[in-house]
């Protein structure tokens, strides 16, 4: 029987003038780079080797983060099927005039079904 777990990783991303624009805004390319780094984060633990290419993805920028800017990045096994696994991703700021989070960009990330080879360790009769 497989059980589900609701795996999670919390990561902090600091923007910089390396990976800026000259009008100091964070370069998306970055951002989708560094969101797919995380989202191998929650389904290593499923593969032997390293966890393959993505099968599938969604990748929507909210909002702009700007250089000095301390991001959150929020990786979730959402779902464990036949078919592999979900990774839904949240990229959140703190609002500077309150406690609130602002959302920068979402993702749901496909990783695709490998099997353990100790998963069913049958013996050959």
Do not use: W
Not at 107 to 121: I, M, T, W
Request: hydrophobic content about 35%; overall charge positive.
């Amino acid at each position: 029987m497989k059980t589900h777990r609701n795996t999670h990783t919390n990561a902090n991303f600091k923007v910089t003038k390396d990976i800026s624009n000259a009008n100091g805004f964070l370069l998306p390319y970055t951002l989708y780079n560094k969101v797919k780094t995380i989202a191998t984060y929650p389904v290593k633990e499923f593969y032997l080797q390293n966890v393959p290419e993505l099968t599938d993805y969604k990748f929507k920028m909210h909002k702009n983060a700007f250089v000095n800017d301390t991001l959150t990045i929020q990786a979730q096994l959402v779902k464990q099927d036949a078919n592999g696994y979900l990774v839904n991703i949240i990229v959140t700021k703190a609002k500077k005039s309150s406690k609130n989070q602002e959302t920068i960009c979402s993702a749901l990330f496909g990783f695709p079904l490998e099997e353990r080879a100790f998963q069913d360790n049958k013996t050959a009769c």
